[in-house]
């Protein structure tokens, strides 16, 4: 069964700086990754994922992540946060069975 | 086009009650899942429809049900609530079975008391 472990339970940051959010999983078999992001009382909204191909994937709002194999990571990044980068933010997994498998989430709170 | 909707947004229930919880999928969107995702943690899987039959279902006991109606559209069932089912339950479609990547309703909030 798949798992994900996201390092980091809180991030803080000002305006403008970089963010790396990191993930690592653990499976045995092929995997989809994603990165969703919730906003205070909203449900989850997809930020990027990956199915295949190449290893760098660019998605809404100027996020980005890189898969690596070999060291069963997923990490998420951008290169300048702004105030409503503020969120929770959630790594998922799912294996052929289609079933999302989600860490425990890191916050990310951004301040001026 | 209208996302996932749920209903309702926020109830509240007195243990050992019953509660459903209603998902209405994207236009076109065949497959139904639910996630439970109390204060402080990462969803948890719960089940999922496809084309109106289980297609997986997560450690979850047996007072918690589910089913998948004829437009696509689902309910969540919960028996003999307890304190400890009181999260956010949130439902996703997909066009297919998932591996596109799912969209997720707002949620709805379930207080035990």
């Known amino acids: 069964a798949q798992s994900v472990t996201q390092l980091d339970s809180q991030v803080p940051v000002f305006e403008e700086a970089p963010v790396e959010l990191r993930c690592n999983y653990s499976?045995?078999?092929?995997?989809?990754l994603f990165w969703y992001v919730q906003y205070p009382n909203q449900g989850l909204q997809l930020l990027l994922k990956?199915?295949?191909?190449?290893?760098l994937v660019k998605g809404i709002n100027g996020f980005e992540a890189e898969f690596n194999k070999s060291q069963t990571s997923f990490h998420l990044r951008k290169p300048s946060v702004h105030i409503s980068d503020t969120a929770e933010y959630f790594c998922?997994?799912?294996?052929?069975?289609?079933?999302?498998?989600f860490g425990a989430g890191t916050t990310v709170t951004v301040r001026a | 086009d209208a996302g996932v909707t749920q209903s309702p947004t926020h109830l509240i229930k007195t243990r050992g009650q019953h509660v459903t919880l209603r998902c209405s999928p994207i236009?076109?969107?065949?497959?139904v899942s639910w996630y439970q995702q109390v204060l402080g943690q990462g969803p948890q899987f719960i089940f999922q429809?496809?084309?109106?039959?289980?297609?997986g279902r997560g450690n979850f006991p047996d007072r918690f049900s589910a089913r998948q109606f004829p437009n696509y559209s689902s309910e969540l069932n919960v028996n003999a609530l307890l304190l400890g089912d009181s999260a956010l339950y949130l439902c996703?479609?997909?066009?297919?079975?998932?591996?596109?990547?799912?969209?997720f309703g707002s949620g709805t909030r379930l207080t035990v008391v």
């Open positions: 996703a479609s997909s066009l297919n079975r998932g591996n596109y990547g799912y969209t």
């Open positions: 499976s045995s078999v092929s995997v989809y």
């Open positions: 990956y199915l295949s191909g190449s290893t």
């Open positions: 998922a997994v799912s294996e052929e069975d289609y079933k999302l498998s």
């Open positions: 236009s076109g969107h065949k497959s």
């Open positions: 429809y496809y084309e109106k039959e289980e297609r």
